[in-house]
């Protein structure tokens, strides 16, 4: 499968716990970008990277937020001191440029649970 | 940043075409209209996008108005496979959702009836 592959499926922690998730995108996609998608809602932007470069954040992204991409491929997202609101799913994407007509291509996600 | 209209949900037979609208009235000159789905459990998958002239591919076809206000998306014979939340995205210098990121309204909940 030469899709994007995120990792674990599914986590579940306490309130207050760090969390980490892991994107692997398409091989040679210069372009990775993060979402998070709440029950009932469209994905949402969060940040994405050009290579190793973090180009853009979104106002979603507190503080607690952190998110990496060393080398240009895989990415991390990263979540400190979790908060019952953080519950969601969050989607990695990636795409060959950033040109209004390349699509994205998405990975399963990771569910987000919060006790 | 131009926004998208859509109904909440849909439904329509297996085998039958179905035909997903979308408001755009404030469409730019240079956004091009994407369409995604997302099959549950499952992360969005792009479907097809145009600009001006209807577009045809293997998952679908997309009709633009002549004003470009609005733009559908046809599945020829829908499939129980073809269940899905269905997103109409507008990419562009004004729409955001190049380099930024899609803007992911809440889309069309397609219901496929066997």
């Known amino acids: 499968d030469t899709g994007v592959s995120q990792n674990p499926r599914h986590k579940i922690t306490k309130r207050g716990q760090n969390v980490t998730f892991r994107c692997d995108p398409i091989s040679e996609h210069n372009r990775l970008y993060w979402y998070r998608q709440t029950l009932g809602q469209g994905p949402e932007f969060l940040t994405y990277?050009?290579?190793?470069?973090?180009?853009?954040k979104s106002r979603l992204l507190s503080d607690r937020f952190s998110a990496e991409r060393p080398k240009g491929s895989f990415s991390t997202l990263e979540i400190q001191r979790t908060e019952q609101g953080d519950s969601a799913m969050y989607l990695c994407?990636?795409?060959?440029?950033?040109?209004?007509?390349?699509?994205?291509?998405f990975g399963d996600g990771t569910r987000l649970s919060i006790l | 940043d131009a926004k998208t209209t859509q109904p909440n949900s849909m439904e329509s037979n297996e085998e039958e075409p179905v035909h997903l609208p979308c408001n755009h009235s404030t469409i730019s000159g240079t956004d091009y209209i994407h369409w995604y789905r997302q099959l549950p459990s499952q992360g969005p998958e792009y479907v097809i996008h145009?600009?001006?002239s209807n577009v045809n591919n293997r998952m679908a076809s997309l009709a633009i108005a002549e004003d470009r206000k609005s733009s559908t998306l046809i599945l020829h014979r829908a499939t129980l496979r073809d269940a899905a939340v269905y997103y109409c995205?507008?990419?562009?210098?004004?729409?955001?959702?190049?380099?930024?990121?899609?803007?992911f309204g809440k889309g069309t909940h397609l219901i496929i009836q066997p």
């Open positions: 990277f050009q290579n190793e470069a973090q180009l853009e």
């Open positions: 145009g600009l001006t």
């Open positions: 995205i507008l990419r562009g210098m004004y729409s955001g959702g190049g380099a930024d990121g899609l803007t």
């Open positions: 994407a990636s795409s060959l440029g950033g040109s209004w007509t390349e699509p994205q291509h």
